[in-house]
């Protein structure tokens, strides 16, 4: 009964798939929630979810679950998402008692996990067939029209919306968690005028009443529309049209640099153009009204003179001062301001002197993790006629290469020194920077390295191949699966060794592993997706019991993973999915046919079944079996360790044998005898043990058909 390595692929596929799964990060409600409609008709919009993984991604092609409580229903219990990971459904709302004027209910959507909830509210019919809930404006009324709002400035009294029932044993009451929207609404002559919203819906509170603080951009005379239980006239419960708005400039917002910033000059000199600041108010119109009187100012007392200021906006907002410079080399700030100093520009001006030198001090020729920090920081050295002069801006410029640079123009401290951390970019490779000073023809040059990060190996990334706990621990030539994130960086599905003839590689898709300072064969490299990147590997034999470094290796990253716990043994039974999709021990029955639902184990029968972690096989010469190896034919190695076999949750009697295969490599076949006092039925349960001094070490629980 023999069995050939490509075999073995499909023997460490599925419990590795298994494994695989990955859940969303989030479900988010799109539209469709807080709508009203009356009993037995269909809501006017549909009920849209967007399903996003871990990454903010759309996942497309997912199922999504959608269930009712309370009245009404959906058209279907599950939908699937479209290529922007969205999906839909209809809600119709049934017919309910008439003691109440309306119900409401839950819609839920559900999907990795994630869940979201929307809140639907049906109407009792009135005589005329409409619903009885109705929508009230409490604020606009007509004597408050047109509403007068504040470009960019939400109004000082909130837009309020009153929903309740006039009919029946809830009348007057409010109904709540209804959506009301506020929009801006074409105006008769044409043309749209300012903007007004209230940046998406209001609900109603448990009042009953819906609160929007509306927001205008633009000037001048609008129109809005009040929608309430949807979000257009055409899927509106109710709505109100023809509201008149006006939109005015508010006060005084922010001072916006125009002009004049960021020049330079000897000191002493004047600056060659004026600062100019525009005041705006929230919706950027300037000027503002009333029209503030603004104060210039240098931020440090005595460092600039200020001439030609004009404080009071002209008709385009704009204030303006010129400046001379002081003797105070470097970096000096010109502020314009309100008159309670909340509302602020600061310009910047620099004080140039003559440079005398120019130098690298330190950071040259490091290497950093792609997307990391390179440990020490860039430093320069900048000489003037005056010394070791703080101030002076140095700009830091990418050359070459993929690296980020968190600000380009750096300040020289009081040493005349200035420095810069880069930070590697996503590309490896060699990274040329250069620091050079305006006006001075000295460079200096950096040359760094970026190298790609090693794969994110930890302890508990380790699992037998065959199945059984992540971080499980490792024993020696037991064939063992490592999950992690970069190992399969590239890879579509999996790269696999010669499962036919010959020894493993000891590199396979750019992936190797070493254990203390042995190499380990690999079998396969896969990416799976949806976290499904792992590597499956034999240990090496030369392993002691207790605690090994591992080095992962990708390309040029690698990662050094301390404190792996290396055990004596490690078993791992090897499982199929049968035809029934539940996952059993592969086995062979006597006459080298596998067990199956339709072929069960017969008791008193000869079996075998497959094992990987048993130990370091010994041959009836006495000589070990070495890594990347398989048994030696004529030569039968055996586990070291008693080798147990329990079925029904009791002791299999009789002789037990853990061969190690003479055609694979990390595999044992363990043959037994079914007892004859077996139970029959498809999941015998099953798990296979070594016995290590006077402690069992068992492997992951599986099951047996047996007739």
């Known amino acids: 009964m023999h069995i050939r390595k490509r075999i073995l692929l499909g023997l460490w596929t599925v419990p590795l798939l298994v494994a695989g799964a990955a859940s969303a990060q989030s479900l988010v409600l799109v539209s469709g929630d807080g709508q009203v409609m009356v009993q037995n008709t269909l809501a006017p919009e549909a009920l849209v979810v967007k399903l996003l993984n871990a990454a903010g991604q759309p996942m497309p092609n997912q199922p999504v679950a959608w269930t009712v409580t309370g009245n009404g229903g959906v058209n279907a219990a599950q939908s699937t998402t479209d290529t922007e990971g969205l999906t839909q459904v209809n809600f119709v709302g049934s017919a309910f008692l008439n003691l109440l004027s309306y119900v409401q209910s839950t819609v839920t959507a559900t999907a990795f996990g994630q869940s979201v909830n929307f809140t639907m509210t049906i109407s009792a019919p009135d005589q005329a067939g409409g619903g009885v809930i109705q929508a009230f404006i409490l604020y606009p009324t007509l ?183 002081g003797n105070v080399p470097g970096n000096v700030q010109i502020r314009v301001r309100d008159q309670t100093g909340t509302v602020f520009a600061i310009f910047t001006a620099t004080v140039t002197l003559n440079f005398t030198g120019f130098r690298k001090i330190s950071g040259d020729g490091q290497d950093a993790i792609v997307n990391t920090d390179f440990p020490q920081p860039l430093v320069v050295e900048v000489s003037t006629d005056r010394g070791a002069v703080a101030n002076i801006p140095v700009q830091f410029t990418l050359t070459s290469g993929s690296a980020v640079i968190p600000t380009s123009a750096v300040l020289t401290d009081a040493n005349g020194r200035a420095q810069i951390t880069v930070r590697a970019g996503a590309t490896a490779g060699p990274i040329v920077l250069t620091a050079a000073l305006s006006g001075f023809a000295t460079t200096a040059t950096f040359n760094l390295t970026s190298r790609p990060p090693g794969p994110s190996v930890t302890t508990t990334s380790f699992v037998s191949a065959a199945g059984g706990p992540a971080g499980g621990g490792v024993s020696p030539l037991a064939l063992v699966a490592v999950y992690a994130g970069g190992l399969g960086t590239g890879l579509q599905g999996c790269r696999t060794a010669n499962l036919l003839l010959g020894p493993m590689p000891y590199q396979l898709a750019s992936v190797s592993f070493q254990f203390g300072s042995s190499p380990a064969p690999l079998y396969a490299v896969c990416n799976l997706g949806l976290g499904g990147e792992f590597a499956v590997l034999q240990v090496p034999g030369d392993q002691a019991q207790g605690l090994t470094t591992v080095v992962a290796r990708v390309g040029i990253g690698s990662t050094t993973v301390n404190g792996v716990q290396v055990s004596a043994v490690s078993p791992g039974l090897f499982e199929t999915i049968m035809s029934d999709g539940q996952r059993r021990a592969v086995a062979l029955r006597a006459d080298g046919t596998y067990v199956s639902l339709q072929n069960k184990a017969k008791r008193g029968e000869k079996a075998r079944v497959f094992v990987t972690g048993l130990g370091i096989p010994v041959t009836a010469a006495g000589r070990q079996v070495a890594v990347n190896q398989p048994g030696i034919p004529g030569d039968d190695a055996l586990s070291p360790y008693e080798t147990v076999i329990g079925l029904a949750n009791e002791g299999v009697p009789g002789d037990v044998k853990a061969t190690y295969s003479p055609d694979l490599i990390g595999v044992y076949v363990v043959d037994f005898t079914v007892p004859e006092t077996l139970p029959a039925g498809d999941n015998i349960v099953f798990v296979v043990a070594s016995r290590v001094g006077d402690r069992l070490v068992f492997s992951n629980a599986s099951f047996l058909p047996v007739q």
Do not use: H, M
Request: net charge positive; charged share 10%; glycine share 14%.
């Open 143 to 325: 004597p408050d029209l047109p509403l007068v709002v504040g470009a960019g400035a939400a109004s000082n009294r909130p837009i309020r919306v009153f929903v309740s029932p006039n009919f029946g044993p809830q009348t007057g009451q409010g109904v709540p968690r209804v959506a009301v929207r506020v929009l801006q609404q074409t105006l008769p002559g044409g043309g749209t005028g300012p903007t007004i919203n209230c940046g998406g819906p209001a609900y109603t509170a448990p009042d009953g009443v819906a609160t929007c603080n509306p927001v205008v951009t633009g000037l001048g005379p609008g129109l809005f529309s009040i929608f309430v239980g949807g979000q257009s006239s055409s899927t509106s419960y109710r709505f109100f049209s023809d509201l008149q708005f006006r939109a005015t400039k508010g006060p005084l917002a922010t001072l916006r640099i125009s002009a004049g910033n960021n020049q330079q000059g000897n000191a002493g000199a004047r600056l060659a153009a004026p600062l100019v600041a525009i005041a705006e108010d929230l919706g950027g119109n300037a000027p503002p009204e009333p029209r503030p009187t603004l104060i210039w100012e240098p931020v440090t007392p005595n460092t600039v003179t200020l001439f030609n200021a004009t404080t009071l906006p002209d008709d385009n907002g704009r204030v303006s001062a010129n400046v001379t410079l």
